[in-house]
C-alpha cells in the first residue's frame, strides 16, 4: 500500500507521473482539436483571388466570379455615353484581393437610361454669356439662340425640341437647348410698327374728309 509521503515523492511515485503525463497529453490533444475546427471554420488557407471583371459584360462578370466560387451583386448603375447596357464600370473587392469562398463581388454598371438634369434659374435672369455658361458646365449643348424682342443679349427663355422650358424643369442630359435672346433692333422695330398702326388707326374728323372743290 502506497503511503502519503510516498505519494509526493517524485522519484518513487509512478502514478504521479502518469497523471502528468495524461494531462500533457489532453492538453495538447484539446489544443490541436481546437486550432483543427478554427482552421475549418474559417477555412483558412481556402482564399481566391477576385477577377478583374471590370469592362466586362454582366454575363461574362458572372461567369468569371462563378468559376472563383464567388457571386456576383449589382448595387448601381450609371449612365455612359457611347457604353452599351450591362458593362461592368466597378466592382468591390477590386481585382487580386483574397476573398474566402462564396464572397460576394459588388458591381456597378452601366444603364441606357438618361439621367434627367434640372434645368438652373437662368431666365429673365441671366444675359445669354451667363446662361449659356452655367448650361454647358452641367453637360447641356445649345443652338443658335431665337433672337426675340428685348433687352441685348438678355434671356427671356430656353426651348427643348420647340417647347417652352421653366426654370426648374428636367430635361435629359446633354439636351440640345434653344435660347430665346432678347435683340433691341426688334425691339424697336417692333415699337415703330406699333405707333404707325396706331396713327393710322385714329379716325378722321367731318373736316378732314370734307374735300375743297372750288377749283373745279
Known sequence: MIGFKDFFSFKKNRFFWINIIGMVVVVIAAAWGTLTWLDSYTRHGEAHIVPNVKNKSMEEAAKLLNAENMKSVIIDSNYVKGVPAGMVLEQTPVAGARVKEGRAVYLTITTTSVPLVQLPDIIDNSSIRQAAAKLKSIGF?????????????WVYGIKYRGQELKSGDKVPNEALLTLCVGDTHLRDSLAMDSTYIELNSIPQTDEEVKVDDSWF
Open 141 to 153: 449643348r445649345l443652338t443658335e439662340p431665337e433672337r426675340v424682342p428685348g433687352e441685348q443679349d
